[in-house]
């Protein structure tokens, strides 16, 4: 059994994060905060399926303020989860946030510097040391709110919104997305505020996985000891979806590390509350399941005997069993044996090819890089990656990312071959790899604009 990870506590409102608390499950809202009515709605359903915070976009000062109605009306309704405010771009936004939400998500790679382009700055020490002083002037004063209000914070870090700042002194590398959360966190400390979770997402489960791990080694070298929060951002939908999420979230939690976690989904979000608790109550016995499979190893091979009750939970087990194996490349071949449910041949085989191609190791299919969609999003982002993967299913090996917006768009697709991402109310941008291609197409264009692009470069290549 994995000896869990100890971490302080934080407080959000009643509810306490870390130390020898549960591992706690959220998600987020996926419609417009200004929408008390559908906000409402939604934030029932996903408490009512488990889930214990709720969070929800606020892009502006106006979402922020709504969310003083939103959670008046929850609690009048007897729902006293805490509510989290996720603020991008705008300081000032998250000042708002921190008087109505028990709270508040802030991304360190666009909480004061611009939004990434992708271009290379040259900064001498002493221009270096004035950025972080002007991240600590915005910051300051937000802390003391915070302070005032009792509002918790979480630093969530995502690979795919790192500044242009960070990226240009230190690549592209987990120790760059370790020292955009850390810049935050010492500020923090330094503050002595310490209600505070972190969190680095990435798309990428092995930038992931191994990036928190640094990030643990890096807090604990600072004698820091924050509660993490655990997620695998863009992971798409249906089987890839939880796949990916089991091997990255579960690679950490069976070595200890992490103590809330959300999976995301490109679903209605209360649909990714069983998953994730599923996810947790898995752990004791994935932990054991991941010693027997690095046991097992031979001829480079996994070979991993699991059972489930039903299907999905079989998924989970064995994505989360050997995930941190297939991410260290302890072996890149994969062998599962099921005794229950009497999955077929090649049932079974395409479980392990999926958790092959989750773990960044073998690719046998179209990978999809999506985003569940929050009130930024302004396209039916469902009905579009359906429509997408009707059309791509067939082009094995490549990258298609989904995004509903800007703010890890272009980031979170630099490895995909293609991206399309809500760029306003009813118009897409297109991408190859980094470039934008084209621009605020209209909607109902858009898909076929994707698939006549993908077609061209095919054309163009033979």
């Known amino acids: 059994m994995s000896i869990r990870r100890i971490s302080s506590v934080c407080h959000v409102g009643h509810l306490a994060i870390g130390g020898s608390n549960p591992i706690r499950i959220q998600s987020m809202a996926t419609v417009d905060t200004n929408d008390t009515e559908g906000c409402v709605a939604q934030a029932k359903r996903i408490i009512d399926a488990g889930g214990e915070l709720v ?9 922020a303020e709504n969310m003083k109605n939103i959670s008046a009306r929850l609690k009048a309704d007897g729902y006293a989860q805490p509510l989290v405010a996720d603020v991008h771009f705008t300081a000032h936004t998250a000042d708002v946030a921190a008087r109505y939400c028990e709270k508040v998500r802030i ?31 915005k910051l300051v004063p937000f802390i003391n709110i915070c302070k005032e209000r009792h509002t918790a914070v979480r630093i969530g870090v995502n690979h795919g919104s790192l500044s242009d700042r960070i990226m240009s002194r230190y690549g592209d590398t987990p120790e760059g997305i370790v020292e955009s959360c850390m810049e935050f966190l010492r500020i923090f400390r330094r503050e002595r505020f310490d209600d505070v979770v972190i969190s680095i997402k990435a798309s990428n489960t092995v930038v992931m996985v191994q990036t928190v791990r640094l990030l643990v080694r890096t807090m604990d070298a600072e004698d820091m000891h924050y509660p993490l929060h655990l997620g695998v951002t863009e992971a798409g939908e ?9 091997v990255g979230i579960g690679a950490l939690l069976t070595e200890g ?22 996810i947790v109550d898995s752990i004791e016995e994935c932990t054991r399941l991941r010693a027997q499979a690095e046991a097992s190893i031979k001829d480079d091979t996994i070979t991993l005997e699991v059972d489930a009750p039903d299907w999905e939970t079989l998924q989970l087990k064995a994505a989360m069993a050997v995930g941190a194996l297939l991410i260290d ?4 071949k994969l062998q599962l044996k099921v005794n229950s449910l009497h999955p077929s041949p090649s049932t079974l085989h395409q479980l392990e090819d999926a958790i092959l191609q989750a773990a960044r190791i073998k690719f046998t299919k179209t990978e999809y890089i999506s985003c569940p969609g929050c ?15 009707a059309a791509t299913s067939h082009l094995v090996g490549l990258k298609i990312g989904i995004m509903g917006c800007i703010v890890n768009g272009p980031g979170e697709m630099a490895d995909a071959d293609y991206g399309y991402v ?20 209209p909607e109902a264009e858009a898909v076929d604009r994707l698939l006549e692009l993908i077609a061209n470069d095919k054309k163009q290549e033979k």
Do not use: M, W
């Not at 009130?375 to 993967?389: C, F, H, P, S, V």
């Not at 118009?427 to 190859?432: D, G, M, N, V």
């Open 55 to 63: 969070r929800f976009t606020t892009q502006g000062v106006r979402e």
């Open 107 to 137: 991304n360190p790679g666009n909480y004061v510097d611009p939004g990434r382009t992708f271009k290379h700055l040259e900064y001498t020490d002493e221009e270096y040391a004035e950025e972080l002083k002007k991240i600590e002037e």
């Open 238 to 246: 249906g089987e890839d979806g939880r796949i990916k999420s089991a």
């Open 257 to 278: 590390i992490g103590d809330t976690i959300r999976v995301s989904l490109s679903e209605e979000p209360e649909f990714e509350i069983p998953v994730a608790r599923k």
């Open 329 to 332: 490349r302890k072996a890149t």
């Open 375 to 389: 009130g930024r999003t302004l396209y039916n982002l469902q009905e579009t990656i359906a429509r997408i993967k």
């Open 422 to 441: 809500g760029a306003g109310r009813g118009k897409i941008s297109l991408y190859r790899r980094k470039e934008c291609v084209e621009k605020n197409i």
